[in-house]
């Protein structure tokens, strides 16, 4: 490398997040807050030629979260990003506790998403989880689509029933008085935005990974807006419209 790159890579933070040691899943966008809080400007994707979801799922599915939200997502926090294998691997973090800290100690808020296209105007959205991993974590799909109907909420299916551009799925999110849901993914990704929601955990599910991610039972994560907020009940159909009813 010309003494130029070096200084070139040093005048700016090119994170890289190599899929040999780290998971395709929707933490990436803890991992994307962290860096942009630490001056990332650009997000660099490698697989080092092996890739370790094969391990849970099909090869394919990497690449498929690749395309659905891995590459797009960047441009939700002003950065491009690329597939390449330059750029700093140990920078970032997929937890918590360690993006507040760091927001913390530089004395700022977090960065936040901002939608790339115009917000949509449906008033309530319901987003269904219905994964494969780990299926005890999904959604009572008789439930939500009564809870969906009952308050004429746009019914958003999980992706691999109905696939729905990141940019698109944002834009509606944003547009919406409330977003409903169970912990998922795509709602995750609503953690690091002023877009308001309500997500439902069942606190015999999700009770252990939240205590891993260094918070307990808690209605709100430390930098959430007044609008977001976490609801520690198993859902059901009345318990759901109780928790509405302020909106409705």
């Not at 977090?110 to 269904?128: D, E, G, N, Q, Y």
């Not at 696939?163 to 977003?179: D, K, S, T, V």
């Not at 959430?224 to 302020?246: G, I």
Request: some cysteine; charged content about 25%.
């Amino acid at each position: 490398m010309s003494d130029r790159s070096d200084r070139d890579l040093a005048a700016k933070l090119i994170a890289c997040y190599d899929l040999y040691r780290r998971l395709p899943t929707y933490d990436y966008f803890n991992w994307l807050c962290h860096v942009r809080l630490l001056g990332a400007s650009e997000i660099t994707i490698w697989s080092g030629g092996k890739l370790l979801m094969r391990k849970k799922w099909p090869r394919e599915e990497t690449f498929r979260r690749l395309d659905n939200f891995m590459l797009p997502g960047p441009r939700l926090f002003g950065m491009p990003c690329r597939l390449d294998s330059v750029g700093d691997r140990e920078a970032g973090s997929h937890m918590w506790r360690d993006l507040w800290q760091a927001a913390q100690e530089k004395g700022c808020g977090i960065p936040r998403i901002k939608s790339v296209l115009a917000p949509r105007s449906h008033r309530f959205t319901v987003t269904l989880r219905d994964s494969l991993h780990k299926p005890e974590r999904n959604s009572d799909r008789e439930v939500w689509t009564q809870f969906a109907k009952k308050i004429g909420a746009r019914l958003i299916d999980d992706h691999r029933h109905e696939p729905l551009g990141l940019y698109e799925r944002f834009a509606i999110y944003a547009g919406a008085q409330m977003n409903f849901g169970v912990v998922t993914g795509p709602l995750g990704m609503l953690y690091y935005s002023d877009v308001p929601f309500r997500l439902f955990l069942d606190p015999a599910i999700n009770t252990i990974d939240y205590a891993r991610q260094g918070h307990g039972q808690v209605e709100r994560l430390p930098w959430f807006r007044n609008n977001q907020r976490f609801v520690w009940m198993k859902p059901n159909f009345q318990l759901l419209l109780q928790q509405s009813v302020d909106l409705l």
